[in-house]
């Protein structure tokens, strides 16, 4: 077991180093650029954004704007502003969302909410969020501002159907697809679009650098929502969070509208009132992973991903088709 999760990281390093090969020094300007937007001379401000600087991710979505500008065109000063810009929206809407969703962690470490308080966290996300519309403002591209802003609406409509979603005794996967569409997809998109944007790409190509950037988000959930149900360590929440959090994902609905059995239904209410145990939850889980949701789940990402890889074909320069297949493939294979 040892040795084949050593294998898998290294596998998923080479992922990373195939994806931005092409981009580094840009990935590094980036990198600069985000921390000293996150940058305050009060002293609790500056605490609780070094704990957001402290927690950056992998940079998936700025890795995707940077490489679908490359794909058009020269990456530019824009370009950059746009990119922090979208990190910085994203940002924002993560410590909101720990608050509204309750979330004591973030990654596997405490949340802004939980290290401070819900005050703190819904301050400092609207201070993100206005530094998001400060660099916007900055790359003066009318057509990248009205793109932000629409995503911002987006995410939050996305928020409140997810809340309806758990009032909601439905178990409905296309209620499900319509969540992502306006959260994860909807931001994975944008970074796509936007990076073409910012290097004056045809307005085809721009739609068709979202599509492909709205597919990644589509996949990028899916398999966020796999982890639910992993025994697996090294993933950023416990499993059954989603299930913790009211919410039921694709695994379980499957899994639970291919089968007539009503403990495992009456589970389900359990969920979305919140009013679940641990215990109970891990049979839920169980009882998903036996009746097909993970390999649904899988069989999803797999069709959704044949499509991604069509855009590489048509739409991609031979020299950056590599660091966009790995990007595909390392949203698929991830483990974290």
Known sequence: MFFS??????????????????????????KRRFHNSLAH???LLQSALDHIRSRAGKQMRPMLTLL????YGQISDMTHYATVALELLHTASLVHDDVVDESSERRGLPSMNAAYNNKVAVLVGDYVL?????NASIARNHQIMYTLSQLGQTLAAGEILQLQNIESDVLSEDVYYQVIHQKTAALFGACSAIGAM????????????KKFGHDIGMIFQIRDDIFD???????GKPTGNDMIEGKLTLPAIYALNHTDF?????LARKVKARSINLDEIAVLVEFTKRNGGIEYAQQKMDE??????????DHVKPELQESFSAYVDFVIQRRS
């Open 5 to 30: 999760n050593f294998v898998s990281k290294i596998k998923i390093m080479d992922y990373i180093s195939t994806i931005i090969q092409p981009i580094e020094a840009d990935l590094e300007e980036f």
């Open 41 to 43: 001379s009060n002293g």
């Open 68 to 71: 679908t500008a490359k794909n």
């Open 130 to 134: 206005s530094t998001c519309l400060l």
């Open 198 to 209: 910012s290097v004056d790409a045809p307005e085809n190509e721009v739609e068709a650098a």
């Open 229 to 235: 149900y992993s025994n697996s360590h090294e993933i």
């Open 262 to 266: 009503e403990p495992m239904k009456a």
């Open 304 to 313: 959704i991903a044949r499509d991604a890889h069509r855009y590489i074909e």
